[in-house]
């Protein structure tokens, strides 16, 4: 009981020194639990559409692509109607309907502009049918009754200022389908961003399916009483042989549209936990401080509470229950700032397109659980070494000023531990930039940035001393005897600066690490595009969807281009001469393609790999199976016979543009391979006529103006889309870093705050000794930048070297060019000199507040 009122009138007494810690872990706890509840959230809403929109049993072609698998001609697979009838006579059918449902389509209004979700949500066409109205409502209007009319939902008419009879227009591989807006329809559940347009059956079979009288699936519902498993069953029987055919309870699709979701929502939500444990490990800096530096305030304290009976346990225990209340406050307080944070990432995914209602909101019992554990747990764990210090106070230190002599000193036992441990991640890093392969290297690499990173933390007091000493000279000398009493303030205790930077080195660590790594893929994809791309434009979909046929032909008539290549790519399986057998892509490309892409051999002749039955293969797969220049591959076509193609050439896998692909001539697939079954375009090349570079680029964006889903980039656009792109995937990184630079920013106010109390008396004679307010601020705001720069001077540096180690693991994928961004570097270095001057002003202003004679008056 003697050591809980102790805690609790310390904690209290101390409650504004603690209040940075509790943000501390309130923010870190808050960035736990918000990707939880957020990817709970996500969940739970595609939980539930997959549900309602699945059928008590589903019956689809056995061929059937999945759910995020967009068929390679087009046209999903389709089953005749005559099956629907025998569904229908199943035992226990209560009625079978046929449905057509495809998303190799993309809507536009009236003026050709893109009406699906600009986050990746599919666009879906089909017919409407009894079944969904499981999931939505007709809310105005009526569904379509003919080829002219259709029927889309609620979001994207409100997102896109739609109405009853406006134009739409639905492109698909068999043609465009124009017709009016008849009807719009308002999902009952959340709708996650898909943007869907309704036709009448017939239209919809004929130009999505290009056949009458088939579906994609048939929608069975049950009788009352029959349960779906035996519903299942009893289709089954009623098909009889049922290789032809997939079947699947309510249950099971929901399963398989929550797989195809579940690995994309896992790698964001464990993404965004690593971040999370970042903030937390910047917090345990920061406690470590708080709790050293209360320690040493209070010396004289314990020192009597060892003096009047107080054992080394209870002192002990005493600073630890400081440190659970902290981690209860924080992690409390967390839990219901992760629920708002939650809150406001649905929000901001609703802003870009992605619809999450709060209705869905899903806050698992594991949840809080979770956060209130890592919270404390962090918490306490953080407290541990200076609560051991605590109980070692002797009662004689009850006789001494606040502070010990020991907390000045960095040990020489953690010096060599430091050294040791730096030496042995440079090892690790060194012996990664000199393996043979990515995946022996990576592990080499993983553990030298560990090891260095505990080295240099460990370090951290030792470099404080000579690298403080060396941004005095250069910074701090020019303020005259302000700069050197700040200096010498940031050497007074070395282990607080070094802990107090080593907050901020974390986060700039991987920020400069990230921006090596960055800079030189750009750099190595763009070295790599001038070498081997020869190309003028590109043509593609932004949304993996194919190139339609009539999008093709406008492409092909465009005035002023030399040629277009088609690119197509087909399933197959490989027979080897060795025997052996391989699911393998074939590249199926016009003879112009190797002039587009200019790609290096090291066997034959690529020009004779698009002859008659003629084929390329990559040098991997050729050293794999033993392949030379002459032999024949089986090649089975997925989509339609078997031929026997000769090896002409082998091409070289050191690249990472069309990296083992297999090239044949496209008339060579067209021999196998039906023209309905043949696969769409994924991708076209066309170039220009001499002197015509600019005429042509105009007429090609021209001529696919009625087409937004494609994009015309001649080199210039490919290589700033690259950049662009792995730009927005570094910003959103950077972003998700923040967090813990505001977690160290906090360490560095925390720790001036401190500072400053502790040296009140100091502050109170320097004062009275003529130091004036705007100097006493000053000296405080100079010490906070000194600290800030030394954090990112280390940062950045060990950042550098993770970087550049990277990039040579890189070097074996075939991205070779080391490139350090050197403006991001500089800035963000500058930048850390203005988040310490921010941090100080708070400190600084506070401690030039104080009164000098009360000040002075201080006990220790």
């Given at each position: 009981?003697?050591?809980?009122?102790?805690?609790?009138?310390?904690?209290?007494?101390?409650?504004?020194?603690?209040?940075?810690?509790?943000?501390?872990?309130?923010?870190?706890?808050?960035?736990?639990?918000?990707?939880?509840?957020?990817?709970?959230?996500?969940?739970?809403?595609?939980?539930?559409?997959?549900?309602?929109?699945?059928?008590?049993?589903?019956?689809?072609?056995?061929?059937?692509?999945?759910?995020?698998?967009?068929?390679?001609?087009?046209?999903?697979?389709?089953?005749?109607?005559?099956?629907?009838?025998?569904?229908?006579?199943?035992?226990?059918?209560?009625?079978?309907?046929?449905?057509?449902?495809?998303?190799?389509?993309?809507?536009?209004?009236?003026?050709?502009?893109?009406?699906?979700?600009?986050?990746?949500?599919?666009?879906?066409?089909?017919?409407?049918?009894?079944?969904?109205?499981?999931?939505?409502?007709?809310?105005?209007?009526?569904?379509?009754?003919?080829?002219?009319?259709?029927?889309?939902?609620?979001?994207?008419?409100?997102?896109?200022?739609?109405?009853?009879?406006?134009?739409?227009?639905?492109?698909?591989?068999?043609?465009?389908?124009?017709?009016?807006?008849?009807?719009?329809?308002?999902?009952?559940?959340?709708?996650?961003?898909?943007?869907?347009?309704?036709?009448?059956?017939?239209?919809?079979?004929?130009?999505?399916?290009?056949?009458?009288?088939?579906?994609?699936?048939?929608?069975?519902?049950?009788?009352?009483?029959?349960?779906?498993?035996?519903?299942?069953?009893?289709?089954?029987?009623?098909?009889?042989?049922?290789?032809?055919?997939?079947?699947?309870?309510?249950?099971?699709?929901?399963?398989?549209?929550?797989?195809?979701?579940?690995?994309?929502?896992?790698?964001?939500?464990?993404?965004?936990?690593?971040?999370?444990?970042?903030?937390?490990?910047?917090?345990?800096?920061?406690i470590v401080n708080t709790f050293s530096m209360l320690v040493a305030q209070r010396t004289r304290e314990i020192g009597l509470m060892r003096a009047i009976g107080s054992s080394r346990k209870q002192v002990n225990r005493s600073v630890l229950v400081e440190a659970v209340l902290l981690g209860v406050v924080g992690s409390v307080l967390g839990v219901g700032a992760g629920i708002g944070l939650a809150v406001g990432l649905m929000k901001l995914m609703g802003a870009v397109g992605m619809e999450l209602s709060t209705r869905d909101l899903t806050i698992a019992w594991t949840t809080p659980a979770i956060g209130l554990a890592l919270g404390?747990?962090?918490?306490?764990?953080?407290?541990?070494?200076?609560?051991?210090?605590?109980?070692?106070?002797?009662?004689?230190?009850?006789?001494?000023?606040?502070?010990?002599?020991?907390?000045?000193?960095?040990?020489?036992?953690?010096?060599?531990?430091?050294?040791?441990?730096?030496?042995?991640?440079?090892?690790?890093?060194?012996?990664?930039?000199?393996?043979?392969?990515?995946?022996?290297?990576?592990?080499?690499?993983?553990?030298?940035?560990?090891?260095?990173?505990?080295?240099?933390?460990?370090?951290?007091?030792?470099?404080?001393?000579?690298?403080?000493?060396?941004?005095?000279?250069?910074?701090?000398?020019?303020?005259?005897?302000?700069?050197?009493?700040?200096?010498?303030?940031?050497?007074?205790?070395?282990?607080?600066?070094?802990?107090?930077?080593?907050?901020?080195?974390?986060?700039?660590?991987?920020?400069?690490?990230?921006?090596?790594?960055?800079?030189?893929?750009?750099?190595?994809?763009?070295?790599?595009?001038?070498?081997?791309?020869?190309?003028?434009?590109?043509?593609?979909?932004?949304?993996?969807?194919?190139?339609?046929?009539?999008?093709?032909?406008?492409?092909?008539?465009?005035?002023?281009?030399?040629?277009?290549?088609?690119?197509?790519?087909?399933?197959?399986?490989?027979?080897?001469?060795?025997?052996?057998?391989?699911?393998?892509?074939?590249?199926?490309?016009?003879?112009?393609?190797?002039?587009?892409?200019?790609?290096?051999?090291?066997?034959?002749?690529?020009?004779?790999?698009?002859?008659?039955?003629?084929?390329?293969?990559?040098?991997?797969?050729?050293?794999?199976?033993?392949?030379?220049?002459?032999?024949?591959?089986?090649?089975?076509?997925?989509?339609?016979?078997?031929?026997?193609?000769?090896?002409?050439?082998?091409?070289?896998?050191?690249?990472?543009?069309?990296?083992?692909?297999?090239?044949?001539?496209?008339?060579?697939?067209?021999?196998?391979?039906?023209?309905?079954?043949?696969?769409?375009?994924?991708?076209?090349?066309?170039?220009?006529?001499?002197?015509?570079?600019?005429?042509?680029?105009?007429?090609?964006?021209?001529?696919?103006?009625?087409?937004?889903?494609?994009?015309?980039?001649?080199?210039?656009d490919f290589k700033e889309d690259l950049k662009d792109q792995i730009g927005q995937l570094l910003n959103i990184v950077y972003g998700l870093l923040a967090l813990a630079i505001i977690v160290a920013v906090l360490g560095v106010v925390n720790t001036l705050a401190l500072s400053v109390v502790e040296r009140t008396r100091e502050i109170g004679l320097m004062r009275a000794i003529g130091l004036s307010r705007r100097q006493l601020r000053r000296m405080i705001r100079l010490e906070s930048v000194v600290i800030a720069l030394f954090g990112a001077l280390l940062g950045l540096g060990l950042g550098m070297g993770w970087g550049t180690s990277?990039?040579?693991?890189?070097?074996?994928?075939?991205?070779?060019?080391?490139?350090?961004?050197?403006?991001?570097?500089?800035?963000?270095?500058?930048?850390?000199?203005?988040?310490?001057?921010?941090?100080?002003?708070?400190?600084?202003?506070?401690?030039?507040?104080?009164?000098?004679?009360?000040?002075?008056?201080?006990?220790?």
């Open positions: 009981m003697t050591v809980w009122k102790t805690s609790m009138r310390n904690f209290l007494a101390h409650k504004g020194r603690m209040a940075l810690s509790a943000i501390a872990v309130l923010l870190s706890v808050a960035f736990v639990c918000g990707t939880l509840v957020f990817t709970d959230t996500m969940n739970t809403t595609f939980d539930k559409l997959f549900a309602v929109t699945s059928a008590d049993v589903t019956v689809s072609p056995k061929k059937a692509t999945s759910v995020d698998d967009l068929p390679e001609n087009g046209k999903p697979e389709a089953l005749p109607e005559s099956v629907v009838a025998e569904v229908a006579g199943a035992e226990g059918v209560k009625k079978a309907e046929g449905a057509v449902t495809s998303m190799s389509v993309t809507l536009v209004d009236s003026r050709d502009k893109n009406l699906g979700s600009d986050t990746g949500a599919p666009t879906i066409a089909g017919n409407w049918t009894g079944n969904d109205l499981r999931s939505m409502e007709i809310t105005s209007g009526h569904a379509p009754r003919g080829p002219t009319e259709a029927m889309i939902d609620a979001d994207t008419a409100e997102k896109h200022h739609l109405k009853i009879g406006d134009e739409v227009r639905t492109i698909a591989v068999t043609g465009d389908i124009r017709s009016r807006i008849s009807g719009i329809a308002s999902f009952t559940v959340t709708n996650p961003g898909a943007a869907v347009v309704y036709l009448d059956t017939a239209t919809a079979q004929q130009k999505l399916l290009g056949a009458p009288g088939v579906f994609t699936h048939i929608s069975v519902t049950a009788e009352p009483g029959v349960s779906d498993t035996l519903l299942k069953k009893n289709v089954a029987t009623a098909l009889g042989d049922t290789a032809s055919y997939k079947l699947r309870t309510q249950e099971e699709a929901a399963a398989d549209g929550k797989d195809s979701m579940g690995s994309f929502l896992d790698v964001m939500k464990y993404a965004m936990l690593g971040f999370a444990g970042i903030a937390f490990l910047v917090g345990i800096f920061l404390i747990v962090v918490t306490v764990l953080a407290a541990y070494v200076p609560a051991r210090r605590a109980g070692k106070v002797s009662p004689m230190a009850a006789l001494r000023d606040a502070g010990t002599p020991a907390d000045a000193r960095s040990g020489w036992v953690r010096a060599a531990l430091g050294l040791v441990l730096t030496g042995a991640g440079a090892a690790g890093l060194w012996t990664a930039t000199r393996a043979d392969e990515a995946s022996e290297g990576s592990l080499y690499l993983g553990l030298g940035v560990v090891l260095s990173l505990i080295g240099f933390i460990v370090i951290g007091p030792l470099l404080a001393g000579v690298v403080v000493r060396v941004l005095g000279a250069v910074v701090l000398r020019l303020f005259g005897p302000v700069g050197r009493l700040a200096e010498r303030n940031a050497l007074r205790n070395p282990r607080r600066t070094g802990a107090t930077a080593a907050a901020l080195m974390i986060g700039l660590a991987l920020v400069a690490c990230l921006s090596v790594v960055g800079s030189s893929m750009v750099a190595s994809a763009t070295d790599e595009l001038d070498k081997s791309v020869g190309t003028d434009f590109i043509v593609q979909s932004n949304t993996g969807q194919l190139i339609v046929p009539q999008a093709a032909q406008a492409i092909e008539k465009v005035p002023g281009i030399e040629h277009v290549t088609d690119y197509r790519v087909l399933s197959a399986t490989f027979t080897n001469p060795d025997g052996s057998t391989a699911d393998e892509q074939v590249t199926a490309a016009d003879p112009t393609y190797p002039r587009d892409l200019r790609r290096k051999t090291t066997a034959g002749d690529l020009a004779k790999a698009y002859g008659a039955d003629s084929m390329s293969v990559g040098s991997d797969y050729a050293a794999l199976h033993g392949i030379e220049v002459g032999d024949d591959i089986t090649v089975a076509f997925k989509a339609g016979d078997t031929a026997k193609l000769k090896v002409a050439a082998i091409t070289s896998d050191d690249t990472n543009v069309d990296r083992g692909a297999n090239y044949t001539n496209v008339t060579t697939a067209e021999r196998y391979v039906d023209a309905d079954s043949m696969p769409k375009n994924m991708i076209m090349f066309a170039s220009a006529e001499d002197g015509k570079e600019k005429e042509a680029y105009a007429a090609l964006k021209s001529s696919l103006a009625a087409y937004p889903q494609y994009k015309v980039q001649n080199q210039a990277a990039q040579k693991l890189l070097a074996l994928e075939g991205l070779e060019v080391l490139e350090i961004p050197w403006p991001t570097i500089v800035t963000v270095f500058v930048a850390s000199a203005f988040v310490g001057l921010f941090a100080a002003l708070v400190p600084a202003f506070r401690a030039g507040r104080m009164n000098v004679l009360n000040a002075i008056a201080t006990d220790g």
